[in-house]
T-cell receptor, first 115, second 115 residues
Framework: AQSVTQLDSHVSVSEGTPVLLRCNYSSSYSPSLFWYVQHPNKGLQLLLKYTSAATLVKGINGFEAEFKKSETSFHLTKPSAHMSDAAEYFCVVNHSGGGADGLTFGKGTHLIIQP | DTGVSQNPRHKITKRGQNVTFRCDPISEHNRLYWYRQTLGQGPEFLTYFQNEAQLEKSRLLSDRFSAERPKGSFSTLEIQRTEQGDSAMYLC?????????????FGDGTRLSIL
């Protein structure tokens, strides 16, 4: 079984300050981990992925995430927030063991950017 | 790469009616997935296809739901005798083969509202 916990339902930061969105996962197998972003009434866009290569993963729009196996975490960070970053962010796990390749999503973190 | 396309974008119907949604995946992708997303939640896996074969169905997919991918290209999701609880965003995603490590690319979804 696999699951994802996003520790904050809402995060509010000022424009130009760092962003931290927290995610913990559990998986019985070697996980693949992803972060997706969803803007209102739109589908999900892939930000970055971890698939057992480098533990520090760089994605689009200045985002990056670090896979920490000992902490079962995959937190998303960005050094300086922009207004356009305001959206819903989902941490997602998929496992390379048997079974469906359907993704398991966290409940999402709503990122608010204050001007 | 024209992206994943879903039609219609919005569907409003009366309870008890049948509805059908269409998904056109990225042309070279042989895997296609359906998800359901309710307000304030992350998407939940419903089913997936590899080429024309439907390989797994979630227990969320009641017998009122049926999905097809007859020629291994586009897919349809039909809901019969719709109920209030079916109101949600239905998302389609596609990926290339390669299992859990391949990221899924999402369409913008079909929002279903049951009156």
């Amino acid at each position: 079984a696999q699951s994802v916990t996003q520790l904050d339902s809402h995060v509010s930061v000022s424009e130009g300050t760092p962003v931290l969105l927290r995610c913990n996962y559990s998986s019985s197998y070697s996980p693949s981990l992803f972060w997706y972003v969803q803007h209102p009434n739109k589908g999900l866009q892939l930000l970055l992925k971890y698939t057992s290569a480098a533990t520090l993963v760089k994605g689009i729009n200045g985002f990056e995430a670090e896979f920490k196996k000992s902490e079962t975490s995959f937190h998303l960070t960005k050094p300086s927030a922009h207004m356009s970053d305001a959206a819903e962010y989902f941490c997602v796990v998929n496992h390379s063991g048997g079974g469906a390749d359907g993704l398991t999503f966290g409940k999402g973190t709503h990122l608010i950017i204050q001007p | 790469d024209t992206g994943v396309s879903q039609n219609p974008r919005h569907k409003i119907t009366k309870r008890g009616q049948n509805v059908t949604f269409r998904c056109d995946p990225i042309s070279e992708h042989n895997r296609l997935y359906w998800y359901r997303q309710t307000l304030g939640q992350g998407p939940e896996f419903l089913t997936y296809f590899q080429n024309e074969a439907q390989l797994e169905k979630s227990r969320l997919l009641s017998d009122r739901f049926s999905a097809e991918r007859p020629k291994g290209s586009f897919s349809t999701l039909e809901i019969q005798r719709t109920e209030q609880g079916d109101s949600a965003m239905y998302l389609c995603a596609s990926s290339s083969s390669g299992g859990a490590r391949q990221p899924q690319h999402f369409g913008d979804g079909t929002r279903l509202s049951i009156l």
